[in-house]
């Protein structure tokens, strides 16, 4: 049966990825401002006036941890683009960040929008006037069937596998609780609450390892943004080419919004890094005044690491000092240049922790994998390092990892409060169901196949 | 055969008074449309040609679906029964069940007898072999005898009786059910009209004489103690004391040797049954074959009825040759010297690819025609029966000029079943399973009544005193959840003592008596020791419903909360003559499916295999697009 969807509240970035400063989360749907409010703190969105932006923070309601401070525009039906009420986060940190927003959303009652689905949206509602129609169904067919051939390709093999088994699993467990609700004068083995919950569990810690490995999926599958900063002549060209031509094969060049700045993607070893380097490399003598460290402020603001070269041959400098202040809470590497020339720099003198520091030369090549490993130790806990490890790579299959893990929760909660075992079969489907939108199977009739392969039962 | 008009004219007339027919023609008649009721034997009228047995897990809440919506079936069997059982009772109240056996043959008596009585309606002997069509719309029968009779809306329910083919070995001949004369010109007609015709299997186990039955090698299973009535309307007070018990037994290994050995005679695997049959009715020989290594199997031993020495040999349905049948039984504990009074058969049968029927059951192929029960690809009474019923009322409605009536899935466990038939069609015969419902919660055996009795009182088929009974009701169990949602329990040492009893913290600040109902341990019977009693004495209907209604309140949310995301999507109608030709950009799997099923809501779309939510979404954007251009048009 296909999912019913059509009154979802549905969410998707919708500003170019990897582009611009800002990146705004877009939320439509009867929940959106809800469902806003439910991962925001600062001010109740549910009370704000309509078309009105406002101060926030958004934070993950299960760990209360701070993702991101935010502008949220609420923007009540029917004077909008879709007719529905739609909410717009404007997010100003990174790709990481952005990303962690959405899965937010689409962990607390969003699900992640079809391409063209606001469109479509704004159609269905009457915004949209008759002669887009045609253009409409043509975007849905084309759109839907790449993002279909997408999913599919961005679902690891391995991830697929596991997720298959998982099902399986559940799947026997379900038919021998119905195999129980239907023919209870079988002498089929009973399914006790005990060995429900006992599947739960399991399930559950195979559901939380997957998610560990999800951050570090979705910096494999979109990259990492890497701003490098420094004052001038630290080296940074040299370092951006040397990171960038590490491979020369999968380098491009993105020409970014503005024009001034350029953004490489380098992959180092394995990992890639949407390189950013504003200013340094198209620095000019009559513009070297101006530029610098404000510039540099907005590139730290955006990116998920920053790569902070200093020059080992010079004392450290007042700029020097502002840049290692403003980067202070960022994951950085403190890159220390010029390692080929006599060394002036006293690493003591430089305030932070000295894990951070790696040494440096650009222009003879060396140190180089000492950055790759600090970028390990940074973002990755190991996990997908190693061979065919299944790997959760974007927003969507995180959010629904998190329901199937919440439908989990509700059948432990259930079990705990001595439910029966039929009505805590509800949430125990409800995970089978949200492991199999991942993978998108969904035969008919399943269970009652599996029911009538497993269980010899009838007159 | 010369034929000639009867002078008598019908609105509905029902072919087969099996249990889906019974049904038909009772509805149609309580609704005031002039009936006629025709069938190949009247001795064979609401006949059970397999297990002497009504309910069980999905089946029991369709009975109580049948009486909260003014049908038979439930009163019939409160009135016959000769054990009743509660199944399910260590689980949740979604899933408990009753189960009654019948008296056979008193079963078809009463319910022949009631429909001799019911006014409007004229049950008569006849075998229909042709239907009276004019420009694709049915308007009567016409009899083996030659009588045509004309009717404004036909319902057909022939059962197994459609070109039906009795096998047992080597034995095979055509025949409808435990002998009876087969329909064979009908199917004909139909295939004529252009029905799809499709071939199905069932099958039945051998019968016994209970004398010969050695009962101390088996299990007792008694009848329950606790009265119950299938109806809402039946009295408590009518329960059985007089219960009769069934027997369980096991086959062993020499059983599934003896079939082993003889295989090769086997119909089911020496390729002479061509039909499909189910894989929750397998036969004996099938079991033995497909779950090799299990060592023994269950038998029920199930009477026939109080005046008959016949037994029931359940679950051990086969069609081997009737010297294996006697080899069989004879190796079961208890059965070694049983003698046979019938032997097993397999029945092969013609049914109506229920894809070609509307959620009204009328046929898409001819107008005023409707099918119902086991001709449209069913298994079971209790299925029969609620089509039965569905298709009568519908043929009631049609002849009134009214809107038809169809149940959703979120109201009917008779709705989930019509939906699944219509939008998937079925490969075997289909047979309700409490897995097949998406909100059993809701569908719950206990709230049939709260769920439906509106509806049969609208339609004319509840009567005005059992309506009144019925709003009481409902009025009494809301004002008690309302009590105990406003009463706090307050800490005392009796509530402390309660607790510390079960090993519990003892209650410091008040508590709302809802609430305090919701723990495991708490029943309302308990509840009542610590709060006042209800301003009037409650009955335990009453009660039932109030503390189902509040213990299992988060999870009813739930499901509360999926239904009303449906029911946006079933309000989402599809113009009935939509030209999917036109709708440009659907896949070509989905294309042919729509076409083929032609759902009348976008959620009956989004049920059918194939048709994905890219296929749905342009749907709906082409329907939307002839909404915009016809307000054009008219502006």
């Avoid at chain 2, 009743?84 to 319910?111: C, F, I, S, W």
């Avoid at chain 2, 010297?323 to 046979?340: T, Y």
């Avoid at chain 2, 004495?537 to 309140?553: G, R």
Wanted: include cysteine; glycine fraction near 6%.
């Amino acid at each position: 049966m296909t999912e019913i969807t059509e009154f979802d509240t549905i969410a998707a970035i919708s500003t170019p990825s990897g582009e611009g400063a800002i990146a705004i989360v877009r939320l439509s749907g009867e929940q959106a401002v809800a469902v806003a409010n439910k991962v925001t703190r600062g001010c109740n969105l549910t009370k704000v006036a309509s078309h009105t932006i406002n101060y926030s923070h958004v934070i993950d309601p299960q760990t209360q941890e701070v993702i991101d401070e935010v502008m949220v525009s609420v923007m009540r039906a029917p004077k909008t683009f879709t007719r529905e009420d739609v909410v717009e986060i404007n997010t100003h940190g990174g790709l990481m960040a952005t990303n962690r927003v959405l899965q937010i959303l689409l962990s607390n009652g969003a699900r992640l929008a079809e391409p063209g689905e606001f469109t479509k949206r704004a159609f269905l509602n009457g915004r949209i006037d008759l002669t887009q129609a045609e253009s409409v169904m043509d975007l849905i067919r084309s759109k839907t069937d790449r993002a279909m051939q997408q999913a599919l390709n961005q679902l690891d093999g391995s991830l697929a596998h596991l997720i298959k088994n998982l099902r399986q699993e559940i799947l026997e467990v379900l038919a021998q609780v119905e195999v129980n609700i239907d023919y209870p004068e079988y002498d089929n083995d009973e399914l006790t609450l005990q060995m429900l919950l006992e599947k739960a569990q399991q399930v559950q810690s195979q559901i939380q390892q997957l998610l560990k490995t999800a951050s570090e999926g979705q910096i494999i599958n979109e990259g990492l943004k890497t701003a490098i900063v420094g004052k001038p002549n630290v080296g940074k060209s040299s370092l951006l080419n040397v990171l960038a031509h590490q491979d020369r094969a999968i380098v491009t060049d993105v020409a970014g919004t503005t024009r001034d700045v350029i953004e490489q993607l380098a992959n180092v070893n394995g990992i890639p890094l949407q390189l950013v380097d504003t200013a340094g490399i198209h620095e000019t003598a009559d513009k070297v005044e101006k530029i610098g460290v404000d510039r540099s402020m907005q590139a730290i603001d955006t990116a998920d690491l920053i790569l902070l070269v200093l020059d080992g041959s010079r004392f450290l400098s007042a700029e020097d000092q502002q840049l290692l202040q403003l980067t202070k809470n960022k994951k950085r590497i403190i890159v220390v240049n010029k390692a080929d020339l006599p060394q002036i720099l006293d690493l003591k003198t430089i305030d932070c922790d000295p894990q951070e520091i790696v040494q440096i030369s650009a222009v003879a090549q060396q140190g180089i994998d000492q950055i790759e490993q600090n970028i390990q130790r940074l973002f990755f806990t190991g996990i997908t390092t190693q061979q065919n490890t299944a790997v959760v790579t974007n927003a969507r299959q995180v959010g629904l990892l998190k329901q199937a893990q919440q439908a989990l929760s509700d059948v432990v909660a259930g079990i705990k409060q001595q439910m029966p075992i039929d009505l805590v079969q509800i949430d125990m489907t409800n995970c089978w169901d949200k492991l199999g939108e991942i993978t998108g199977e969904s035969a008919p009739d399943e269970l009652i196949t599996q029911l009538f392969s497993q269980f010899c039962v009838g007159k | 055969m010369k034929e000639y008009i009867s002078t008598e004219n019908y609105d509905v007339i029902v072919v087969g008074a099996g249990h889906a027919g019974s049904e038909a023609a009772l509805a149609a008649a309580r609704m005031g449309q002039k009936t006629l009721l025709l069938t190949i034997n009247l001795d064979m009228v609401a006949f059970m040609p397999c297990n002497p047995s009504i309910g069980g897990p999905a089946k029991g809440i369709v009975v109580r679906e049948i009486d909260a919506l003014g049908g038979q079936m439930a009163k019939n069997i409160d009135a016959t029964y000769i054990q009743m059982r509660m199944l399910n009772t260590g689980k949740g109240p979604a899933v408990r069940a009753l189960r009654a056996q019948a008296d056979k043959n008193e079963y078809h008596q009463v319910m022949k007898n009631t429909l001799e009585k019911e006014p409007n309606l004229t049950l008569r002997q006849a075998m229909v072999e042709r239907l009276l069509v004019k420009d694709g719309s049915c308007y009567g029968v016409v009899t083996n005898t030659g009588a045509q009779y004309q009717g404004k809306a036909v319902v057909l329910t022939a059962g197994t009786s459609s070109r039906g083919k009795i096998i047992i070995g080597e034995l095979m001949y055509s025949s409808g059910p435990n002998n009876s004369i087969p329909s064979i010109k009908l199917s004909e007609n139909l295939e004529q009209l252009g029905f799809q015709l499709q071939r199905f299997k069932t099958g039945t186990p051998p019968r016994v004489d209970k004398n010969t039955v050695d009962f101390t090698q088996m299990e007792e299973q008694p009848g329950d103690q606790t009265p119950r009535t299938f109806s809402f309307e039946t009295p408590i007070t009518d329960y059985l004391k007089d219960q009769v018990s069934c027997w369980m037994t096991y086959t062993n290994e020499q059983t599934h040797q003896i079939i082993r050995d003889n295989l090769d005679r086997a119909p089911m695997f020496s390729g002479v049954i061509e039909g499909v049959g189910p894989r929750y009715c397998p036969s004996i020989e099938d079991k033995v074959v497909r779950f090799a290594d299990k060592p023994r199997h269950q038998i029920f031993m199930e009477p026939e009825g109080r005046h008959t020495q016949e037994y029931y040999v359940g679950d051990f349905s086969t069609s081997m040759p009737e010297d294996v049948q006697q080899e069989m039984l004879h190796s079961v504990a208890g059965l070694e010297h049983a003698q046979m009074m019938r032997p097993g058969y397999a029945i092969e049968y013609d049914v109506v690819e229920p894809w070609q029927l509307k959620p009204t059951l009328e046929t898409k192929v001819v107008a005023n025609l409707y099918t119902a029960g086991q001709m449209n690809g069913t298994s079971g009474y209790e299925e029969a029966a609620g089509q039965g019923l569905i298709a009568g009322i519908n043929a009631a409605l049609r002849v009134q000029g009214k809107d038809p009536f169809i149940l959703g899935r979120d109201e009917a466990y008779i709705g989930v079943m019509i939906d699944d038939l219509v939008t998937k069609g079925t490969n075997e015969p289909y047979r309700l399973l409490t897995s097949r419902a998406e909100y059993r919660l809701i569908l719950r055996h206990d709230n049939a009544d709260a769920r439906l009795t509106q509806k049969g009182f609208e339609l004319g088929l509840i009567s005005s005193n059992r309506q009144e009974v019925f709003v009481k009701k409902q009025a009494q169990v809301a004002a008690e959840i309302k009590r105990l949602q406003q009463t706090r329990i307050k800490p005392s040492a009796a509530i402390n003592d309660f607790l510390a009893g079960l090993g519990m913290k003892p209650l410091k600040d008040g508590m709302l008596a809802a609430d305090f109902l919701k723990r495991p341990e708490v029943n309302y019977a308990t509840l009542l020791q610590f709060i006042a009693p209800a301003p009037e004495k409650l009955p335990i209907a009453v009660t039932e419903q109030v503390e189902i209604a509040l213990k299992y309140a988060g999870y009813i949310k739930k499901e509360a909360a999926q239904i009303a995301h449906l029911q946006k999507l079933e309000a989402k109608k599809i113009p009935e003559n939509l030209d999917y030709d036109d709708v440009k950009g659907l896949a070509t799997e989905a294309l042919q499916k729509l076409k083929k099923i032609n759902p009348t809501t976008m959620a009956q779309a989004s049920r059918i295999s194939g048709v994905n939510p890219a296929d749905l979404s342009i749907l709906m954007v082409y329907i939307q697009r002839g909404r915009i251009a016809k307000v054009k048009k008219e502006a």
